[in-house]
């Protein structure tokens, strides 16, 4: 038996200052894939751009700038702004506020805007095409953060290498996914959304789930939380991932329970 | 004599509604709402009797555009903590409490979707070189820095 030769067709969008790729897994690339491909492509960047055009605090007349200035009409009119709001409202209390929806006074739900498009995005454009015969994967990565599935029965597996905080040209470990999200958070990058505790040695937070909010909501509320914290959080939240510290090493966790404890003293 | 069982029974009664109505607003949306206000009780008596429709905005503003008292619910939205509902409440033209309205079971539910749709995966150690990975998660990339990143090379090397 010969393993399946895959081909991982692939187009980069370029939005809300992070790249996006679309990327298939499939058995045959050939013009009809790359057409389909174009298409979803099209439709994944208009879907990307409305969300930046109603929810980026940056922009005058978005939905988020106009609540920000004290016009309630988005949260009554709006049902994508309702169903943000009460996910960031959501988000917030359950990680006890390591995650947090405000940026200087104001609300600003950036922190979980991506990963709601992303889904958005995934689940109307890229999953109908897993009924195409010559198509076994679908993914949709926004800056590290992505969505994944592949085609019943299939026995391909999505191999996605995890950055080494401390040497982006390295990678620490490999997770195997048929279907779910992962995102990463590291307080290296891009700090403005990430609130750190003083006193936290955490670099990195990966966190693997079936929705790609939740990943990301808890790997930004980690890099907040601190390594100590987020431990308590891993556990009552039954959190599936790793962690990088400084003084520890990587941190494995899955189902809430912390791999290689005994190599820390947490 | 039938007056005064009556009475009893009547007074009875208002208590048992009493006890049910506080039970409802103090303790039972303490466990629902994930934000609450002095609003509350309000919000929660007009709720029944208000549109439950948010899109139908055309009968809630007035003649200088501002919203109408009362209260709004919109659509209930399936999230991956369940379904949710967010719930405003406008007094003097003014915002004076959101509330976002969870279904009973958002936190269970949750966990559940954790255990039951966890992905399956190993993890090992490999070089990015490898043919057996697609995709790099990491702290999220700028476009600068896209340029000479993993990911940009796996997707070069896969076109």
């Given at each position: ?16 200052n992070?790249?996006?790729t ?46 920000q200035?004290?016009?309630?009409a ?48 995934f ?144 | 004599?039938i ?15 009493m006890?049910?109505d ?24 007009n ?52 509330n ?60």
């Open positions: 038996m010969t393993e399946a030769k895959y081909y991982f067709p692939n187009r980069v969008i370029q939005m809300m992070v790249p996006f679309v990327k298939l897994a499939v058995t045959e690339d050939d013009e009809v894939v790359q057409t389909i491909l174009n298409d979803i492509t099209e439709k994944v960047t208009d879907k990307l751009r409305q969300m930046d055009d109603d929810f980026s605090p940056f922009k005058n007349d978005s939905m988020v700038t106009r609540f200035n004290g016009d309630e988005p949260l009554i009119d709006s049902d994508e702004f309702q169903a943000v709001y009460a996910q960031t409202v959501i988000a917030e209390q359950m990680t006890h506020h390591y995650f947090n929806a405000t940026f200087a006074g104001k609300y600003d739900p950036t922190g979980l805007v991506k990963g709601w498009a992303i889904e958005q995005a689940e109307k454009y890229l999953r109908p095409l897993l009924m195409d015969a010559k198509i076994v994967g679908i993914s949709l990565n926004g800056g590290g953060d992505m969505k994944l599935a592949v085609k019943q029965g299939c026995d391909f597996n999505w191999g996605i290498g995890i950055e080494n905080p401390n040497d982006t040209q390295q990678i620490l470990t490999t997770y195997y996914i048929q279907d779910g999200a992962i995102a990463t958070s590291g307080n290296s990058k891009r700090g403005e959304h990430i609130l750190r505790s003083n006193n936290s040695e955490i670099e990195q937070v990966t966190i693997i789930s079936s929705s790609l909010v939740d990943a990301d909501v808890w790997a930004t509320a980690g890099i907040s939380a601190g390594t100590e914290e987020m431990a308590t959080l891993i556990t009552e939240s039954n959190l599936t991932g790793m962690m990088v510290d400084k003084k520890l090493g990587s941190i494995d966790f899955r189902n809430g329970v912390i791999k290689n404890a005994q190599k820390t003293s947490l | 004599m007056k005064k069982a009556i009475g009893i029974t009547l007074s009875f009664g208002v208590a048992v509604a006890a049910i506080g039970y409802i607003v103090f303790f039972k949306d303490q466990k629902t709402n994930t934000s609450t206000t002095s609003a509350e009780t309000t919000s929660k008596k709720a029944t009797q208000t549109t439950s429709k948010s899109s139908s905005s055309s009968n809630s503003t007035d003649s200088n555009g501002q919203y109408k008292d009362g209260t709004y619910t919109g659509r209930s939205t399936s999230t991956q903590w369940g379904d949710v509902q967010v719930q405003i409440t406008i007094k003097d033209g003014k915002l004076t409490a959101i976002v309205l969870k279904s009973p079971d958002t936190e269970n539910k949750s966990v559940q979707i954790n255990e039951q749709a966890l992905p399956t995966y190993k993890s090992e150690a490999i070089t990015a070189q490898s043919s057996k990975i697609q995709q790099i998660s990491g702290a999220t990339e700028t476009y600068k820095g896209f340029t000479g990143s993993l990911q940009n090379a796996l997707n070069q090397a896969e076109q």
